[in-house]
């Protein structure tokens, strides 16, 4: 966000951290908790159709912008409307710890 605004931080996410746990198998199960409930920027980036295991699969890019935290990780997730948008990247655009930007992936 260049020139940031913190009143373009309009929509209530939840961020979510991943809870990875034994299936009993050499395995493991992955579910996710709650971390916080946060203010965010969503922007749709990019979206694509790919025809995986024999199905049709629509993937939508979104930027999503948060105050900074020092705890968010790629292996996180936001959740926003019900949608469940996968963390790829975390960066801090200014290096100032007052934004960062996640770039996120959606799978339908």
């Known amino acids: 966000m260049n020139g940031a605004n913190i009143g ?5 996410v939840t961020l979510e951290a991943p809870i990875d746990a034994p299936d ?4 493991f199960s992955r579910s996710f ?4 409930n946060l203010w ?4 749709l980036s990019s979206a694509r159709e790919d025809f995986i ?16 935290r020092n705890d968010v990780t790629k292996d996180m997730r936001v959740l926003h409307r019900g949608r469940k948008l996968r963390i790829q990247s975390v960066f801090d655009p200014d290096e100032r ?4 930007i996640c770039q996120c992936e959606e799978i339908t």
């Open 8 to 12: 373009a931080l309009r929509f209530r």
């Open 24 to 27: 009993g198998a050499g395995g």
């Open 97 to 100: 710890r007052r934004f960062l």
């Open 40 to 43: 965010a920027r969503i922007a």
């Open 53 to 68: 295991e024999q199905r049709a699969e629509q993937a939508t890019n979104h930027v999503v912008t948060i105050r900074w």
């Open 33 to 36: 908790t709650p971390v916080a």
